[in-house]
Structure formats: structure tokens, C-alpha cells
């Protein structure tokens, strides 16, 4: 039997901090991990798809160069050297979630799947694991729906279109949520014919307002969107797939060459035997409290599998609250109020806080604050002046939300985030010095908006005529 301070289920990037975390600092640590280390956002995630953003980001700058007095042209696009691209941004990173490199930290690595049998108590790989507490970091996966002919037919997810390298001629995206977005349009700049169906409306998880700039951009670049639309059937064809579609004003089939289905995450739960553990779960994923302790107050829960914001730096913040929680028993909690999410569209659509319309049930009246790419002069220098930035606020001008579609929206976000997890007002922003010509500018100018109706109204212009008569 291995007896281990914490065992770690799930070496992704919630499971990897931990292991690492708790190893350097004095703990004994087992990390059992059934298939890849690095978990999805190395293998199929957050690395691949950007590594893939990025190479349709060029072919696009090339077709868009004669904004800027540069001959544009149509890039020569070879896919499987893109996908070789993307391999090789997967390959340069994986040896820092390694199994040698943790074996290096003092982790006990076990490459096998994981099963409870008591609260404290797991298998894995033929080996008995006796373990103080346990962390349970074993993500999510691509919810398959329940589509008739799916099953048969060939269709691709996150986890295997990145090992695709033959361009798809026609590529039929099932879901217009970010994952699907983000891979329908570098498709659509790689050069493929693309077709995104969505039952309700893009995004549908984000504010309206700032999805239509993202949308009028899809279908500026030639994405064809399908807007409240439900998949009924799903066939295999000579040339590939054929997608029947029932919307409003009839029924359409869509032939494609292949199929991507992005239509949603279901946590990573089943098979763990988590019944003998005595922990709580449902379909949305293991129930927690803010502690992230499960109903088995020795077993924790982090990152997707929680049904939290499923998002790598979720997990990454999930583990420095169990890190203080397990190791020094202090009673750290999640405060999700300042969590961001970015879609890395172009442009892309970053948020955080709360947004327009919950802001309006709690509060009636919230103020909100606009402005726009096109007054920043960095944007009009590079051409790049669509979209705009947001902000919410309190009738006492304390920061309770942001959002901003534009380019580079999610690294804009940041100063928000940090506006909000420590309660500032909008003058903290406002009174911020930034360096000329930036995009950051767009915060500022956001900020300082809200005091241009009393700074320049007519009582002011009142007191500062008399000041002037007084000499």
C-alpha cells in the first residue's frame, strides 16, 4: 500500500498545481492521471486552438494588408503544415507538465484510471492508495447530444480536430458557443467553406451587445450562420456528412465535408466510484462548498469537474484555495465575483463581473459606461477600431462588472479584474496614468467618462468664471 499525504486524481492544469504545490512544500503527493499529463487545455484545449488562432490570424492579415498600403493577396494555406505548427506548440510545452518533471519534484506518478474504495482510500493501476485527503481534478470532456445517425456518422470534437490535417472543403460546426466559434472562424481564414448551427444565438452566455460585433465580423469573413436552429438528423454521405436542420420557416440539409461538434462540456465524474468515497454528484458535476471540500469533508473538487466556469484558470485558482485549505488548514474560500472569460474570436470578447442585465435585477438602475475603438488613436493606427469597451457600476461608482469586444479584449480585461476583486471605484481607473499611444487608453477614457457630465456641465462653468473674476 502507498500511504501519501494527498493523492491527486487528474493531471491537468488544476490537478498539475496542486501535485507541484503541495510536493515542494513538505507533503507527500501521489498524481494518478489515466491518459495525457497536461489534461486537455495542453493536449485539446486552450494550447492547440491558439496555436491554430494564430495561423489563421496570418493568413488573414495577409488578405487584410491593403488596409495599412500593402499589397493584399490570397495566402497559399498548407493544412497539414498548420496542424505540424500546432503539434510542434503542443510538443515545446508538454515537458513542463512531464512525468519526468514531476517525478523530479518528489510526485509519485501513477498512468492509470483511478477508483475509490472508501473515503480515503483509492486503486489505481493495481496499486492501493491511503491518502489524508484527495483531490479530484479530472476536468471535463465534449458532450456528445443525443443526435439520431451521429453515432454513425464520422464527427470530429476538440479532442481529435487537431489531429486532422486534410483541410475540410466544408466544415459543419454543431454548437456556437466559444470552442465552436474560435474553430469555425480559423477554419473559415484557413480557406474552408463553414457552416456553425446553433439552437439559440451565439454566445448565448455572454452580453448581447458585444456578441453582435462578434457576430457582423463572422459574417463579414464568410461564416454561415445558423441562429435558432436544431440538428434533427445526421447522415453519412459519398462526399462526407449531410446535416438535416429544422428552424423557423422550414427544414434545410446542409452537406459537409466534416462534421465538429462544440456543444457544450460534461464533467469528468462517472467511473471514479465516488459512492464508496461518500461524495455528492450530479450531471452538472461534484458538488462543493466554497471551501471546494465535497461532501467528504478529506475529498476536494477543482476546475471543470465542479461545473464552475470551465476554464484553465479556473482550475489554476481552484488549486491555490485547496493548497491553503489542505495543507495549513486555513479556511480559504472561492470568490468567483472577479472571474474572467475571453472568446478568441477576432475581435475577441473579453468579461468579468457582473454584467448589464444582472446588474439591473440587483440593483434597478446601474450605470453604464461606453466607449469605443474607433476614439483610440493606437486602434486607428493599426485599423483595428471595432468594437468597444464596457463598464458597470453601482449608483455609487463602485466597478461591478466589464466587458470589451475588440482586439486584444482579454488582455485589456485585466486591469478590470483587478478593479473588481478589490472592490475599487471607478476613479481608481480614471485617476490611472497610462502611456500614449496604447489600447489601454480605452480603460481610461471608459473611466473618465463618468465624470464628463458634472466636470463639464454648466455649473461648473459657472464656479470657474467666478474663480477666474476673483484675480
Known amino acids: 500500500m502507498l500511504s501519501v499525504d494527498l493523492c491527486v486524481i487528474g493531471a491537468g492544469s488544476g490537478g498539475l498545481t496542486v501535485a507541484a504545490g503541495a ?34 490570424h496570418a493568413a488573414e492579415a495577409m488578405r487584410q494588408a491593403d488596409r495599412l498600403g500593402i499589397e493584399r493577396h490570397e495566402p ?31 510526485v509519485r ?17 493495481g496499486e492501493t492508495i491511503q491518502a489524508r ?42 454548437g456556437g458557443g466559444p470552442v465552436g466559434l474560435e474553430l469555425a472562424q480559423a477554419h473559415r481564414r484557413l480557406g474552408s467553406t463553414v457552416t456553425v448551427i446553433e439552437m439559440k444565438s451565439i454566445l448565448p452566455k455572454d452580453d448581447p451587445e458585444l456578441v453582435d460585433v462578434v457576430r457582423a465580423a463572422l459574417l463579414r469573413e464568410g461564416v454561415i450562420l445558423l441562429e435558432g436552429s436544431a440538428v434533427t438528423r445526421i447522415d453519412k454521405s459519398a462526399g462526407g456528412i449531410v446535416v438535416s436542420v429544422k428552424r423557423e420557416g422550414g427544414e434545410l440539409r446542409v452537406a459537409g465535408s466534416h462534421l465538429l461538434v462544440a456543444a457544450g462540456r460534461k464533467p469528468n ?7 464508496a468515497a461518500g461524495v455528492v454528484y450530479g450531471p452538472g458535476g461534484i458538488q462543493t462548498d466554497r471551501r471546494l471540500r465535497t461532501s467528504n469533508r478529506r475529498i476536494y473538487a477543482i476546475g471543470d469537474v465542479t461545473g464552475r466556469f470551465p476554464f484553465t484558470h479556473t482550475a489554476s485558482y481552484h488549486a491555490g484555495i ?8 486555513l479556511p480559504a474560500k472561492v470568490d468567483d465575483r472577479a472571474m474572467p472569460w475571453v472568446t478568441y474570436t477576432d475581435p475577441e470578447l473579453a468579461q468579468v463581473g457582473m454584467g448589464e442585465a444582472a446588474a439591473r435585477e440587483l440593483y ?71 502611456p500614449y499611444p496604447t489600447l489601454g487608453e480605452v480603460n481610461k477614457r471608459l473611466a473618465g467618462s463618468y465624470y464628463a457630465p458634472k466636470l463639464f456641465s454648466d455649473a461648473t462653468r459657472r464656479i470657474v468664471r467666478f474663480l477666474m473674476r476673483l484675480g
Open 269 to 275: 465524474a462517472d467511473g471514479l466510484n465516488l459512492e
Open 109 to 125: 506518478v501513477i498512468k492509470a484510471e483511478a477508483r475509490f474504495t472508501s473515503g480515503t482510500t483509492l486503486e489505481a493501476g
Open 322 to 329: 485547496v493548497l491553503r485549505n489542505a495543507l495549513f488548514r
Open 364 to 434: 434597478g438602475k446601474p450605470i453604464v459606461l461606453r466607449w469605443p475603438f474607433h476614439e483610440n488613436d493606437r486602434a486607428r493606427a493599426e485599423r483595428t477600431t471595432e468594437g468597444f469597451a464596457k463598464v458597470v457600476l453601482d449608483r455609487a461608482g463602485r466597478i461591478l462588472g466589464a466587458a470589451i469586444v475588440g482586439p486584444r479584449a482579454g488582455e485589456l480585461l485585466q486591469p478590470w479584474c483587478l478593479a473588481i476583486a478589490k472592490g475599487m471605484k471607478i476613479g481608481a481607473m480614471a485617476g490611472l496614468i497610462v
Open 133 to 174: 485527503r484527495v483531490v479530484i481534478a479530472t476536468g471535463s470532456a465534449p458532450m456528445v447530444p443525443p443526435i439520431p445517425g451521429l453515432a454513425e456518422a464520422p464527427y470530429l470534437t476538440n479532442e481529435t480536430v487537431f489531429a486532422n490535417d486534410r483541410k475540410p472543403s466544408h466544415l459543419i460546426v454543431v
Open 23 to 56: 510536493s515542494q512544500m513538505g507533503a507527500s503527493v501521489a498524481l494518478v492521471e489515466r491518459d495525457r499529463m497536461g489534461g486537455d487545455c495542453l493536449n485539446f484545449g486552450c494550447v492547440p486552438s491558439k496555436a491554430l488562432l494564430a495561423a489563421a
Open 76 to 106: 497559399r494555406v498548407d493544412f497539414a503544415r498548420v496542424m505540424d505548427h500546432v503539434q510542434g506548440v503542443i510538443d515545446a510545452i508538454a515537458p513542463n507538465d512531464s512525468r519526468d518533471r514531476f517525478e523530479g519534484l518528489g
